[in-house]
């Protein structure tokens, strides 16, 4: 089962980590559309996600790639530097990072080896060398959860986000009528949207 971990620096962010490349398979197929993974590129490594704070909003991702602090994104990249067999022993390594819904696997692929869908999502940290108090910091906060169901908790997840949409649905079903009355048809088009 994968360790979690809370960003030493933002702890409203999870990271969770696999510990070899079958969990590492199970966390390509059960991951959450707002996941952003992390791998050493070009080498075998752990693969280690950020989870965001699940949203609240229907249809939000709450996590831009773009907008990662700088700090979770070194938190992130000494893990998978240090979960590295051939990582950890070079001095520097680049990683790569991309949303969850951005890691492409087909079935001809080995376990836990993946692609990617579009490569505008991809980004790079490069010359990684080790940071043993950054290290120390996250390692701080580890936590192996050996009872952690990854496709019941996708499922539930899936499950709120369909109770979220539709109470948004409904909310707009019930608010559309009230503003075409209060500001007529053509109005009310440009205030929905």
């Not at 701080?140 to 050996?146: D, F, P």
């Amino acid at each position: 089962m994968p360790f979690y971990f809370k960003c030493a620096t933002r702890p409203e962010y999870i990271i969770y980590m696999g510990e070899d490349k079958y969990e590492n398979e199970e966390l390509i197929k059960y991951g959450w559309r707002e996941d952003i993974w992390f791998h050493v590129e070009g080498l075998s490594s752990a693969h280690v996600y950020i989870r965001p704070p699940e949203p609240t909003e229907a249809g939000v991702i709450h996590l831009n790639i773009d907008e990662i602090p700088q700090a979770v994104i070194d938190e992130c990249c000494q893990l998978v530097k240090k979960n590295s067999i051939q990582g950890s022993k070079d001095k520097k390594v680049d990683v790569v990072y991309t949303p969850w819904f951005n890691l492409k696997k087909t079935p001809d692929m080995e376990p836990g080896q993946v692609a990617f869908h579009k490569k505008q999502d991809v980004r790079y940290n490069r010359n990684i060398e080790k940071d043993q108090p950054i290290l120390k910091q996250i390692e701080k906060t580890r936590v192996w959860n050996g009872d952690v169901k990854l496709q019941l908790e996708q499922q539930e997840r899936l499950k709120r986000e369909s109770a979220r949409e539709k109470k948004a649905k409904a909310n707009k079903n019930r608010i559309t009528p009230l503003i075409k009355r209060q500001y007529g048809t053509e109005q009310a088009d440009v205030v929905m949207n």
